[in-house]
């Protein structure tokens, strides 16, 4: 770059300085400065990362490109931003095709942007995004296991600064939306090497002392910043301390887009810490918001109530009567209840003489004659000895028969015809002549008697 150089000793411009002092004003001076830079400096491209990018409200985006030793200020004029294919973010390392000048009114140099292209991911950018998914595949960012906030808690514990604006912030909500909330601070770093550290520390005394301090939620808090002011809530002890806190924990770092370890950790998060406070006291908000509701509706509702109680007085009213008329009443009402008794006694009494003599009259008529009774079982007597005789006859003659075919068939009947039985020496029955042999001693067994006899001869 060659060097910038400008012969101060010509004749200054009128208005720029004082008259005839050969002094230049701060504005002439910087506005030389900037025309030198322009001229000197071509449009070039420029590599950094993105830091403290601010988007205004008039399309315009300003940021800073930087590297590792050096930082410089940036700004995208909204005829150029809106023609990004891609959303700029903090921690985008980019490459712009850049304008060298200085803005006058306040002196500072700066890049003014032509065009933008991303040149890959910051190293702070990168290293969230690794952590971020590290965790998230251990189920650290599990929304099942996220706890719902209390809708009425008994107090509030706060872990941030003491100093910071965000603590202004939350106890300025909690003061508008429930100052009755007991709110206990947990103090703590939120920016530098030593604050994650004190984080943690902070938020384990928290969950310690939730029950004896009375609180039911935690809110984690720091104002907005750069992806460096910010990165002490990337930590994953801090995200494991925020699981590991026994009450529910919101975030609210920084600003609606800016994204922590912290933010995705927590039961929920809050877009800044304002938004953080409001979350904690939603329930006694939209209880305030209900009872206000409810006030019309109670005092309709206990007017209907009166109106309805005064109708019922005044009908009572008029069903009062004197004593007297009421006890003539009752005796009259008693004389009548009298008279209905009397009736319903008499007419009972003629019903049941009705069917005593009902009852009488078919008592008559169903007993039995005797004298035929007795005829027909003298019948059915004499009927039933003569079966019997017979019958015992005839079984008689049949047991006779029996016995004499038993008689026939028994073994001393066929002996006496004749017949013998012989045994061998043993006394087995012998059925063959083959079971004999000369010379063997038999036993015959006649109708009268046995004899021993010895076998002289076999023929067949």
Known sequence: MPPITQDFHEPLPSGTGHPGSGVLSVS???????????????????????????????????????????????????????????????????????????????????????????????????AFNRLKERLAAEGLFDPAARRALP???????????????????????????????????YP???????????????LRRAGERCAADGIDVVLLVRGGGSIEDLWAFNDE???????????PVVSGVGHETDFTIAD???????????????????????ARLELANLAPRLQRALQRRLEVAAQRVDRAALQLVHPRQRLAQAAMRTSMLQDKLRAGLSRRLERATHDVSQLKLRLRS???????????????????????????????QCLAGLATHLQHLAPEAVLAR???????????????IAE????????????????????TGISR
């Open 28 to 126: 002439a001076l910087n506005r030389l400065a900037r025309e030198a830079l322009e001229t000197a400096l071509p449009l070039l491209w420029v590599g950094g990362e993105i830091s403290n990018l601010v988007r205004a409200p008039s399309g315009h985006v300003y940021f800073t490109l930087k590297d590792a030793n050096a930082q410089v200020r940036c700004a995208m004029w909204r005829n150029r931003a809106q023609l990004l294919p891609f959303r700029p973010e903090n921690g985008m390392r980019v490459e712009a095709r850049a304008l060298v000048t200085l803005y006058e009114a306040r002196g500072d140099y700066q890049l003014n942007i032509e065009a933008l292209r991303p040149a890959g991911i910051g190293d702070l950018y990168e």
């Open 418 to 432: 004749g017949y013998a039985i012989a045994r061998s020496a043993d006394g087995r029955i012998l059925r063959s």
């Open 366 to 396: 169903g007993r039995p004659v005797i004298a035929q009774a007795h005829d027909r079982l003298s019948m059915l007597a004499a009927r039933l000895h003569r079966s019997a005789a017979e019958r015992v006859q005839r079984e008689q």
């Open 151 to 185: 809708r009425f808690p008994r107090g509030v514990g706060i872990v941030t600064s003491p100093s910071a604006a965000a603590l202004r912030d939350v106890l300025s909500a909690l003061q508008r939306r429930a100052p009755h909330l007991p709110v206990v601070l």
């Open 188 to 202: 703590a770093l939120v920016q530098g090497v030593e604050a994650p550290g004190r984080l943690v520390e902070a």
């Open 264 to 286: 995705f950790a927590a039961d929920l998060r809050a877009a800044t810490p304002t938004g953080a406070a409001e979350l904690a006291s939603a329930g006694f908000h939209a």
């Open 436 to 455: 004999v042999a000369e010379g063997d001693t038999l036993k015959l067994q006649l109708a009268d008697g046995r004899l021993a006899t010895r076998v």
């Open 237 to 247: 002890a801090l995200a494991r301390a925020i699981r590991a806190c026994p009450v």
